[in-house]
């Protein structure tokens, strides 16, 4: 028979418990209310929320929510859609992730100083989109090395990090602008002129699962990692899932599973990105288990 565990240290992180929170919150008070963009990239969850009255809207949708209410999820916004907001009479709820509202203020500060903003990030990716606004989109976004090697290196520079990207390519495109710009000055100035910060803006809550993740994921025959297919975080765990146990399958629910994977293990591990609900996870964790107990009476 096999063993099936659910990991503990998986799903949400505290800033997509405080949105939802904060969701549910207000829509005890009128089942009635707009989310800008999915709340969260897990359409299971996006469902449960539905059925009690949180509906999917676009920056388009703004102009005919006069006087509705519309969140803000944790990724953040731009100025731009609180200037929106404002001008078609929507009533904000914030539930921007106070995590991500200080990465936003401090660039916000570094951009009005004068600085190059760079941010290893995903372009479209909203809370990019939100971090970028707080510069009038001057920031510059890399998503690698290569690209920070066409970064500017003749101005003073600050470099931030989307709050969900991994910890050791921040570094390398760290190191990379740090050298380009130690060349340029080298020669000119005393090597104390550089200015140039690394500002690491990675969310603890993400790069702190890494080690608790790959523990997981060795001590497991086989691991199922459940996600959204769009969840950038999930992505990254999964990753850091795989490279741990090179037999992990990723499924969105439990209908994904195959019985095929089970066969000749004794142990199975279930864990997911910081947007997989618990729930889910124990969905997954039962199919398997009666999946296990179907083969065993057919056999
Ligand atoms: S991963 Fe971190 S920054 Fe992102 S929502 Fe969760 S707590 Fe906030």
């Not at 340029?184 to 002129?193: Q, R």
């Not at 288990?289 to 009476?297: A, L, P, R």
């Amino acid at each position: 028979m096999i063993k099936v565990t659910v990991d503990q240290h998986s799903g949400f992180c505290w800033g997509v418990v405080r949105t939802i929170d904060i969701a549910e919150e207000e829509l005890k008070e009128s089942p009635e209310l707009y989310s800008l963009g999915p709340v969260i990239h897990n359409p299971k969850e996006i469902a449960r929320l539905r059925d009690k009255g949180l509906e999917t809207v676009g920056h388009d949708d703004l102009a005919r929510l006069a006087g509705k209410r519309v969140l803000i999820r944790a990724h953040g916004e731009p100025p731009s859609t609180y200037a929106a907001a404002r001008a078609h009479g929507v009533t904000i709820v914030d539930a921007t992730c106070p995590v991500v509202t200080r990465v936003q203020e401090r660039i916000r500060k570094f951009h009005e100083q004068g600085f190059q903003v760079v941010i290893f990030g995903k372009k479209d990716h909203a809370e990019v989109i939100g971090l970028l606004g707080q510069t009038d989109n001057e920031a510059v976004v890399v998503r690698n090395v290569a690209e920070a090697e066409q970064v500017d290196p003749s101005r003073r520079t600050v470099l931030f990090s989307q709050t969900t990207m991994d910890k050791e390519t921040f570094y390398a495109v760290a190191d990379v602008l740090r050298t380009r710009i130690g060349e340029l000055v080298v020669g000119t100035f005393e090597e104390s002129a550089i200015d140039f910060h690394a500002k690491d803006t990675i969310c603890g809550q993400v790069s702190g699962r890494d080690g608790k993740l790959r523990e997981f994921a060795r001590a497991n025959d086989v691991m199922v990692f459940v996600a959204g297919k769009d969840s950038s975080n999930g992505k990254v765990l999964h990753g850091i899932c795989r490279e741990a146990n090179p037999n992990t399958h990723f499924v969105e629910d439990e209908r994904e599973l195959q019985p095929g994977w089970f066969e000749g293990v004794s142990t199975a591990g279930v864990t997911g990105a910081t947007s997989t609900p618990q729930w889910l996870m124990e969905n997954v964790r039962k199919a398997i288990e009666t999946m296990q107990e179907h083969t065993v009476i057919t056999k």
